[in-house]
């Protein structure tokens, strides 16, 4: 399984952007997904995740409302809307598939990542 995550850059504060992570594999449909993001000289946090079927989303509580999560099976892609964007929503996002049967929030609930993707908020 190979993960490819895009669309990252730099936006202005208040702007938005959209993130891509295609997934390579016959099998993405049948995993649930996610998004998590590193700040300079932070630790990873979870962002939001979406089911299988893309039927249940969960978030971050601080970053509902601004940010969705959404995907597209037959195109094996998950994508990650930004808006309202901030300086401190500046990080690497990277997208990951999460274990069957595990949980949605914690990284080790997710077996591949992709390479992360720079988005830069300037204020």
């Known amino acids: 399984v190979q993960l490819q995550a895009s669309g990252g850059g730099l936006v202005q504060a208040g702007g938005s952007l959209r993130l891509s992570c295609a997934a390579s594999?016959?099998?993405?449909?049948?995993?649930?997904m996610g998004w998590f993001r590193q700040a300079p000289g932070k630790e990873r946090e979870f962002v939001a995740a979406?089911?299988?079927?893309?039927?249940?989303?969960y978030y971050t509580d601080s970053l509902k409302g601004r940010f969705t999560i959404s995907r597209d099976n037959a195109r094996n892609t998950v994508y990650l809307q930004m808006n309202s964007l901030k300086p401190e929503d500046t990080a690497v996002y990277y997208c990951?598939?999460?274990?069957?049967?595990?949980?949605?929030?914690?990284?080790?609930?997710?077996?591949?990542w992709g390479q992360g993707t720079l988005v830069t908020v300037s204020s």
């Open positions: 979406i089911s299988w079927s893309g039927g249940s989303t």
């Open positions: 594999g016959r099998t993405f449909s049948n995993y649930a």
């Open positions: 990951a598939r999460r274990k069957s049967g595990a949980g949605y929030r914690d990284g080790r609930d997710y077996d591949y």
